[in-house]
């Protein structure tokens, strides 16, 4: 479209007779009343574009193709969703799926156990990571046999053409109506889909979240429970290179697995956090820690030994 007072709808008919008994309607009157046909071109509306298509004898009644574009932002590139989307082992990116079950790696074949009990039946015919200078490319195409639906996943960063924490991804599928309409397909991506991803990796980037960048924190970042989040913290301690790294980061440190409690005083989130941590200048790394983390550590600790 080159000139900014024109506008082009594109749709498909069954006809063109089905357009023009479409375009009688008290729906389309309403829309298109003669003060809106006196803004058009010889007042009223050119059909002269229709197109006749003619549907190929390769193509399924029952399948419908569709595709979604959307640009993550606050991720670490594609790296941390990519890496998962292409680990046979991992379907973490899938809402709602708990774990794998192998039938046949080799030939791409495997079952998602999701956390409503369904099991479903996947094949992945190719997965590939590709780099091209700064570009990374990850290529997913599987298929799930239960809703007769293939996908096509690409997700692309490059620092040199988009911003460092945005991830390009581009989701394609072929449908089966019959079993799920292509308007609940489309919602299903962008209602539950496409915010879990979103939900579920901006948050492990530390550069994303302005924390600082090391070992530590990027391990942290990663940890899926409380008991899991309590032993990283312990062994991280336990050693002076990494308890440096940790001294670093405990200011920024929040999960939704714990709080910091301090003096029966509850603190929350970043800055809550930070107020606490710079009220003890002066003081030595033991009690920074003590502000900090003995009482998460105290606080899991004993939940877990009471349930």
């Not at 900014?4 to 749709?11: A, G, H, R, S, W």
């Amino acid at each position: 479209m080159t000139n900014p007072n024109q506008y082009f709808i594109v749709e498909g008919w069954e006809s063109i007779e089905a357009v023009q008994e479409w375009m009688a309607t008290d729906h389309v009157h309403a829309a298109f009343n003669n003060y809106t046909y006196q803004m058009m071109v010889d007042g009223q509306l050119d059909l002269n574009a229709y197109t006749s298509l003619e549907k190929s004898q390769s193509q399924d009644d029952d399948k419908a193709p569709g595709a979604i574009k959307y640009v993550f932002q606050g991720f670490n590139g594609c790296t941390d969703i990519g890496e998962d989307m292409i680990d046979f082992m991992n379907c973490e990116w899938i809402l709602g799926c708990k774990g794998v079950k192998v039938i046949d790696q080799d030939k791409g074949e495997r079952q998602l156990i999701l956390a409503n009990g369904q099991i479903l039946n996947n094949n992945i015919t190719y997965k590939n990571k590709e780099i091209i200078g700064q570009q990374i490319k990850y290529t997913l195409i599987h298929y799930i046999s239960e809703l007769d639906r293939s996908y096509n996943i690409e997700l692309i960063s490059d620092p040199e053409k988009y911003e460092s924490n945005e991830c390009y991804g581009l989701f394609r599928f072929d449908s089966n109506i019959t079993i799920e309409t292509i308007d609940s397909t489309y919602r299903g991506f962008m209602d539950d889909n496409i915010p879990y991803l979103q939900n579920k990796y901006e948050s492990i980037s530390p550069k994303a979240l302005g924390i600082i960048d090391n070992y530590v924190s990027e391990i942290l970042l990663k940890t899926e429970s409380p008991l899991e989040f309590i032993l990283k913290i312990q062994s991280f301690q336990a050693n002076a290179t990494t308890y440096s790294m940790y001294h670093d980061i405990a200011p920024y440190l929040y999960s939704t697995y714990g709080q910091i409690i301090f003096n029966h005083a509850v603190f929350n989130g970043f800055d809550e956090i930070k107020a606490l941590y710079d009220s003890s200048l002066g003081a030595s790394l033991s009690v920074y820690h003590s502000f900090l983390m003995d009482p998460i550590v105290e606080q899991n600790i004993n939940n877990n030994n009471t349930t």
